[in-house]
């Protein structure tokens, strides 16, 4: 009888445990890609990327002509970055606490309400994240898409 009751206690906590990491899931489906680059593209099919200098970003581009606008947000910089040779991450910088709100207020029109630690917030699906976060001492912020599905 006690093994009865013990099964049950940890079949009622395993629903629960699945109901609530579900619930971290946003319900409205994930971006495809970003300015028309669908996430998984190979490098070679993107032409107009050009690789960024220096050893550290061996494996991430820049499209020299790109719209420094976010919606209403003025931004910096885009950076793509390519994992097995695939677009697999897209970082936007930005400066400003009005830029950062700008891209924050779009982002929770088109996802919904996310989730926040300390500065950064962010949005997850099953093989994708959306995050933004801002450092009020550089006054910079990042907003970073990065697709975590199989590249193969």
């Known amino acids: 009888m006690l093994l009865l009751r013990l099964f049950a206690i940890l079949v009622v906590l395993n629903v629960f445990s699945v109901f609530s990491f579900a619930g971290d899931y946003v319900e409205v489906a994930r971006p495809t890609g970003f300015r028309g680059m669908e996430w998984g593209t190979p490098l070679d099919d993107l032409p107009d990327l050009l690789g960024i200098k220096g050893e550290t970003f061996k494996n991430s581009f820049f499209r020299q002509n790109e719209p420094l606008a976010f919606g209403d947000a003025k931004i910096e910089s885009v950076m793509y970055s390519f994992r097995k040779n695939r677009l697999y991450r897209v970082a936007v910088a930005f400066k400003g606490r009005a830029n ?36 009020d001492a550089a006054d910079l912020g990042g907003l970073i898409y990065t697709y975590e599905g199989s590249l193969d």
């Open 100 to 135: 950062h709100f700008l891209i924050k207020e779009r982002l929770l029109s088109l996802y919904g309400r996310g989730r926040g630690v300390g500065v950064r917030y962010g949005w997850m699906w099953p093989d994708f994240s959306v995050e933004i976060n801002y450092n």
